[in-house]
């Protein structure tokens, strides 16, 4: 029996008429031979699908080609899912748990029941992927029904779970030489296209990112559209391993790690100056502000965290002790204990807004597999403030927050971009109250003419945010400010202010963070400036070297007494290395000024400057230069 025709109505606008069941990719070829080839996948009616995917009824199609943005999330699930076949296949007593991407990366989690997988057998994996995408073997995705997904994936544990818990009556089951899985995005079919991509890294992870459940193995790559892209990138990672925060962090002497403490960092003495100056830096513009700096406890008991509403959304990620009986937690944020500060003191409508900040260290367990040096860590110090402001204080002091994030971030010559982030699904509170604070923080933006984006359903669970997305040299985008709107907290703390008419009134309070973590923001500072930190935020902001340590070096510590006295960090190098090697190690550890003191020095009671990343040697009469380098180091103040 001959099967009807169905219509096809292209982008373009043209129609075809073809037989029911055709498939995408016959559709391609119609159109032409060198399309079929340069096709990845097609929109049917809005909803993307495989080029085997068979047309019933008459649709509207749309092809996206491999070049296409839109390709390379099915570029990089497709390799996800090859990764799995091939670790299934090439290596015994291997379970595949998840497979997925995130942001240009692909990766295949997978347990393992005799030993683990080391960086020798990514070369195989490697060799194993690059051989399967010339080969080219044909894929096969079936919908089927939620029984028949459980009878095909019955000794698929994880796999199995996925679908025992899903409400879906639907799924889609990947089909490539025998071996089956799971997916939730379409594949590329055509597996010979798919050759932009590098296999990165092999480390460790849990079962749905929970440290209470297994732990697991995860092999990760990151895959583009085009080879220019890829090349891009390859050219990036050679840039980065210059300026990658942990080898400056090495280089500089900042900070260290150690297994007693894994993802918690060791700050030296250099690293710790650091830290110190940007709290100055942010202590001294608050104070300007009006803010009140006050400290927390690390340690709470637990019921706090319930009471907040934060046990919900951070319990997973919290550290407990036990003490008389009683669950204590390690803070996980600092709202908490603001609000316990606020709550012990009365207040009238003429004390707002209360701006009160914290240097706040937190803690938070973050899965080992997903530590990276400072920028993901297991306790960071927070820049943390909370401003309780009546209704009608709303949009001034968010416009005041916005100009604070301003001036911070135009110190370090950050360029940055606004993002508006609205009421998630998991909300808490009054939809009135959310459209509120939604509609003030528009109208801030609006009103004074930022540019920003909307991220919709990204809003914290008490309330609606503006983020903020500082864009570093290397072109990537780092989120560390942030104004959160919340009139959650006020009503589980039951906070109150006296209003104007001498009755209670809920204040509403503003979260707000600029740097995010100070570990964080060190980082990203490090690989943004290349280690070359400015004079006030150098650890080491002068460096003296004697010509002879018998004859100069006496003079050299009294110029060292002299400049410490004017607030400088000096250092001596008075080892008997060559002259020339001691130059070298000055510039390779960035200090800003190297001094050498000779006879003339001596005799004339001068300064022989080298300013970093200069060969050209200065003169300076000694009170000059430390009147130049007072200036240049308090520019901020």
């Known amino acids: 029996m001959l099967k009807d025709n169905v219509k096809v109505q292209l982008s373009n606008n043209n129609e075809l008429e073809v037989p029911q069941e055709t498939t995408l990719f016959h559709i391609a070829k119609n ?3 060198s399309f079929s080839k340069k096709a990845a996948l097609g929109y049917v009616n809005d909803e993307l699908k495989e080029l085997n995917y ?36 090439h290596f015994e007593g291997f379970e595949i748990a998840d497979i997925g991407v995130s942001a240009e990366n692909f990766y295949c989690d997978f347990q393992t029941l005799n030993k683990n997988l080391n960086k020798d057998d990514l070369d195989i994996v490697n060799k194993s992927l690059n051989k399967l995408l010339k080969s080219n073997p044909k894929i096969e995705v079936h919908e089927v029904s939620k029984e028949s997904a459980k009878k095909l994936l019955i000794n698929k544990k994880f796999m199995y779970y996925h679908v025992e818990t899903n409400e879906e009556l639907i799924f889609r089951i990947a089909e490539i030489d ?3 899985s799971l997916i939730s995005y379409p594949l590329i079919t055509n597996l010979s296209k798919l050759k932009n991509y590098k296999i990165k890294s092999i480390s460790s992870t849990n079962w749905l990112r929970d440290t209470n459940n297994q ?12 080879d220019k892209e890829l090349e891009e990138y390859e050219a990036f990672l050679k840039k980065y391993e210059k300026i990658n925060h942990r080898k400056l962090g090495k280089e500089l002497n900042l900070f260290t790690f150690s297994d007693y403490a894994p993802g918690m960092p060791f700050y030296k003495h250099n690293g710790q100056v650091i830290r110190l100056e940007l709290q100055n830096l942010l202590r001294h513009l608050q104070f300007e502000e009006d803010y009140e700096e006050v400290y927390t406890p690390f340690i709470m008991n637990e019921s706090l965290w319930k009471n907040s509403g934060h046990w919900n959304h951070y319990k997973d990620n919290m550290y407990f002790t036990e003490v008389d009986d009683t669950t204590y937690s390690l803070k996980p944020m600092n709202c908490p204990g603001h609000m316990l500060i606020y709550k012990n003191e009365h207040h009238s409508y003429r004390d707002l807004p209360i701006r009160m900040a914290e240097f706040g260290q937190v803690h938070r367990h973050e899965l080992s597999g997903s530590l990276n040096g400072l920028f993901r860590v297991r306790t960071f110090n927070q820049d943390d403030a909370h401003i309780y402001v009546s209704q009608n204080q709303i949009e001034s002091e968010i416009l005041n927050v916005l100009n604070l994030i301003d001036k911070v971030y135009t110190v370090f010559g950050f360029d940055y ?11 808490m509170g009054d939809i009135d109250l959310w459209n509120f604070a939604e509609t003030s923080l528009e109208n801030v933006l609006n009103y004074n003419k930022l540019n920003y984006t909307v991220n919709e359903k990204d809003g914290a669970f008490y309330g609606p945010k503006i983020d903020i997305h500082i864009n570093d040299a290397l072109g990537r985008s780092h989120q560390c400010g942030t104004i959160q709107l919340d009139f959650q907290m006020p009503e589980k703390f039951d906070l109150n202010y006296i209003n104007e008419n001498n009755e209670k009134e809920r204040p509403v309070v503003i979260h707000r963070a600029i740097y995010g973590s100070i570990d964080r923001f060190l980082g990203i500072l490090l690989e943004h400036l290349g280690g070359n930190l400015p004079l006030w935020l150098a650890p080491n902001q002068v460096n003296i070297i004697p010509v002879n340590n018998k004859i100069h070096l006496a003079h050299v510590e009294q110029i060292k007494k002299h400049l410490k006295s004017n607030g400088i960090r000096v250092t001596v190098d008075s080892s008997d290395e060559k002259m020339g090697y001691k130059i070298r190690q000055s510039q390779i550890k960035k200090v800003p000024y190297t001094i050498v003191i000779g006879d003339n020095e001596v005799r004339d009671n001068t300064f022989s400057i080298r300013k970093h990343g200069e060969d050209e040697e200065h003169i300076f009469a000694a009170t000059d230069f430390i009147e130049m380098i007072k200036k240049e180091k308090n520019v901020l103040y």
């Open 215 to 226: 732990a697991l193995q995860r092999i990760s790559g990151v895959a583009f559209s085009n």
């Open 31 to 33: 159109i032409g031979s």
């Open 178 to 180: 025998g071996y089956q």
């Open 417 to 427: 971009s606004i993002e508006l982030s609205t009421r998630p699904d998991d909300y």
């Open 54 to 89: 068979k047309i019933n009824e008459d649709s509207k199609i749309e092809f996206i080609t491999f070049e296409d943005k839109k390709a390379e999330e099915s570029i990089r699930y497709t390799l996800s899912f090859l990764l799995g076949y091939i670790i299934q296949r």
